[in-house]
C-alpha cells in the first residue's frame, strides 16, 4: 500500500496514453496539489508535459498545437468550466481524466457540449487526495464538523477523498469507528453506502484476510497536535546527516587541494570541482540552518518548554506540574503561543484534579500579556477534547503490561525527555495488529467481523493526523513485517493549524479566570 505510488502512476498513465507529442496539463486547485505532491516539474517536463495551466484560469491563449490531458475533480463548477472549454477548445485535442466518480448525465452534458469531436478519452483516474508519503495522505481540509455534527459539504468531500484512496489501492474493507464519535459513526455509513452503490468498482480480487478501515476522531487525542515533539527528532536527525557530511567533505577536501603536477592531474580537478562546489554548498545550508534552529531554540526557550510539555503529556505529578507551568509563565522568552500551549495541556490532563488551579493559570496568561484568543483557546481545547467526550483514557495506563511498563520506566528514568510522549494511536494500533482491539469502543460496521489479525490497515483520523502520528505509521511498518498501515487525515496538523480546527469547529471558548473549575462540554455524544 503506497499513497504516493498510487497517484504516480495514474499520472503517468494519464501521460502515456496521450501518445507523443507536446502537451499541456490542466487542472484545478486540488488536482494541482495532488500532482505537484508525486512529481516535480522537471521530472513531468522529460515526459513532454511543457505547459502546466489552470481551468479556471481567465487569460489562456489557444494552442492548437498542444494536447490537453484535464485532470480535474468531478465537481459542478469543473464540469460547467470544461463545457465552457469544449463549446471553444484552445487545444487540439483533450484527454479527460475526473479524480472521482462522476455522472452519467454529467458524461452527457460533456459530450453534447464537444460539437467539435476534441474529446479523444473520458475516464476515473482516483487520485482525489494529496500523498503526503507512502504511508500518509491528506484531503486539506480544515474545520470538519460544527460541534460534534459533520458539516454536509466536508461530509461529502471527505467520503469523496476517503472512497479515491481505497479505489486507488484497490481495497474494500471492512469498517471500524470510534463508538464515542458520531462523525466517526456517519462517515463509516457514508463509506459504507458508496461501496455498496458502486460494488463493480469495489470488486477487487479477495484477499485470505480482507483490509480493515478504522475511522477515528481528533478530540480522542487533542494532546499530540499541541506537543512540539517532531521538532527535537528532525533537529536531531539533521544533525546526524550533517556530521555525515562534514566528514565526507573533510575526505575529499585534501585531494582536491593537491599540486597540479601534470595534464591528468589538471583534467581530473575540473572534472571533479563542480560536485566538490555543489557539496561545499550542501554543508553550508544545512550548517545555516542548525544554527538558526539552534538560535531560535535558545530565543524562545523550547528546551526548557518542551522538557515540561513532555511531564504534562506523559507524567502524574501535579504539584510538579503546576510549579514547572508557574515558572515558565513568568519567564520573558516564553512566547505567548508557548505559554497558552502549557497551560492547554494542563488544562486537559488535570481537567478533573482536586486541586485544579486552571483559573489562577489563566489569570497569570492575562497579566502577562497574552492575547485573549489564545486565553479563551485554553477552554475551547477542554471543550473540544476534554475528559467528557474522550472515548478513552490518555493519561493512564489501561491494563497489567501497560502499568507494569510505566513503573518500570519511572524506575529507571527515560532515555530522552525530549521524546517520552507516545501519541495514544500507537496504543490503538498495537492492540489492533494484536487482535485485542475491543469491539465494545471500535465496533464494525455491519454484522461481519475479522476473524483473524488484520494484514492491511487504513486509519483515518477526523479533524486532521499529526507527523508524530505519521511517524508511529512508520515505525510500526518498519518493525512488524506482514503488516501494512496507511495514516490519513481530513488534514495534517501542527500546533497553530490545530488551534485553528478547534476555532472553525466552533469552539469558541471563554474566560476562565473567574470559574472554579475547568470548563465543561455543552454537548454529549
Not at 42 to 55: A, C, G, P, T
Not at 108 to 136: C, M, R, T, W
Not at 282 to 306: C, D, I, P, Q, Y
Request: proline residues 4%.
Amino acid at each position: 500500500m503506497n499513497a504516493v505510488l498510487a497517484v504516480k502512476q495514474y499520472v503517468s498513465r494519464m501521460i502515456e496514453d496521450s501518445g507523443p507529442g507536446m502537451k499541456v496539463l490542466l487542472m484545478d486547485r486540488e488536482t494541482t496539489g495532488a500532482v505537484s505532491m508525486v512529481y516535480t516539474q522537471s521530472e513531468i517536463l522529460q515526459k513532454e508535459v511543457y505547459l502546466f495551466e489552470r481551468l479556471d484560469s481567465a487569460n489562456r491563449e489557444p494552442m492548437k498545437h498542444l494536447k490537453a490531458i484535464c485532470f480535474l475533480r468531478p465537481t459542478k463548477e469543473n464540469v460547467e468550466l470544461l463545457i465552457q472549454e469544449l463549446r471553444r477548445p484552445k487545444y487540439s485535442i483533450y484527454f479527460i481524466y475526473f479524480s472521482n466518480v462522476i455522472s452519467k448525465s454529467d458524461v452527457k452534458s460533456l459530450a453534447e457540449a464537444d460539437e467539435q469531436e476534441v474529446v479523444a478519452e473520458v475516464q476515473e483516474f482516483y487520485g482525489d487526495y494529496i500523498a503526503v508519503n507512502p504511508h500518509v495522505f491528506s484531503l486539506n481540509l480544515l474545520g470538519c464538523c460544527q460541534g460534534r455534527n459533520w458539516d454536509p459539504a466536508q461530509l461529502s468531500r471527505t467520503t469523496q477523498g476517503l472512497t479515491a484512496l481505497l479505489l486507488s489501492l484497490k481495497k474494500c474493507p471492512m469498517i471500524r469507528y470510534q463508538l464515542s464519535s458520531e462523525p466517526a459513526k456517519r462517515l463509516a455509513e457514508c463509506v459504507k453506502q458508496v461501496i455498496t452503490k458502486e460494488y463493480e468498482l469495489f470488486d477487487f480480487r479477495r484477499t485470505e484476510v480482507p483490509p480493515l478501515l478504522l475511522i477515528l476522531d481528533r478530540s480522542d487525542d487533542a494532546i499530540t497536535p499541541l506537543l512540539n515533539q517532531n521538532m527535537y527528532l528532525n533537529f536531531a536527525e539533521i544533525g546526524s546527516n550533517i556530521k555525515n557530511l562534514m566528514e565526507d567533505f573533510q575526505r575529499r577536501k585534501p585531494k582536491e587541494q593537491q599540486k597540479l603536477e601534470s595534464i591528468a592531474d589538471m583534467k581530473a580537478f575540473v572534472e571533479n570541482y563542480p560536485q566538490f562546489k555543489k557539496m561545499s554548498g550542501t554543508v553550508s545550508k544545512h550548517v545555516t540552518v542548525v544554527g538558526e534552529l539552534s538560535r531560535l531554540v535558545a530565543e524562545r526557550n523550547l528546551l526548557e518548554v518542551s522538557e515540561v510539555e513532555q511531564e504534562l503529556a506523559c507524567q502524574n505529578d501535579h504539584s510538579s506540574a503546576l510549579q514547572n507551568v508557574r515558572r515558565l509563565l513568568q519567564n520573558p522568552k516564553v512566547t505567548e503561543l508557548d505559554a497558552a500551549r502549557l497551560v492547554m495541556l494542563y488544562a486537559l490532563h488535570y481537567e478533573r484534579h482536586s486541586s485544579n488551579s486552571l483559573p489562577g493559570l489563566v489569570t497569570e496568561l492575562r497579566n502577562r500579556g497574552v492575547a485573549d484568543k489564545y486565553r479563551k483557546l485554553v477552554s475551547a481545547v477542554v471543550e473540544y477534547g476534554g475528559k467528557r467526550v474522550r472515548g478513552s483514557d490518555l493519561f493512564s495506563p489501561k491494563d497489567a503490561v501497560a502499568i507494569t511498563k510505566q513503573f518500570l520506566k519511572g524506575l529507571k528514568g527515560v532515555e530522552n525527555v525530549y521524546t517520552q510522549h507516545q501519541p495514544l494511536l500507537q496504543e490503538t494500533l498495537d492492540q489492533l495488529i494484536k487482535g485485542k482491539l475491543k469491539d465494545s469502543q471500535y465496533p464494525y460496521l455491519g454484522p461481519n467481523s475479522l476473524r483473524d489479525r488484520p494484514q492491511d490497515i487504513i486509519v483515518f483520523i477526523i479533524g486532521g493526523a499529526t507527523y508524530e502520528e505519521a511517524l508511529t505509521v512508520y515505525n510500526l511498518n518498519r518493525t512488524n513485517p506482514g503488516v501494512r498501515v496507511v495514516l490519513g487525515g481530513t488534514t495534517i496538523h501542527n500546533t497553530k493549524s490545530f488551534l485553528e480546527e478547534v476555532t472553525a469547529s466552533g469552539f469558541r471558548g471563554r474566560s476562565t479566570e473567574s470559574s472554579q473549575a475547568a470548563p465543561r462540554s455543552s454537548s454529549r455524544r
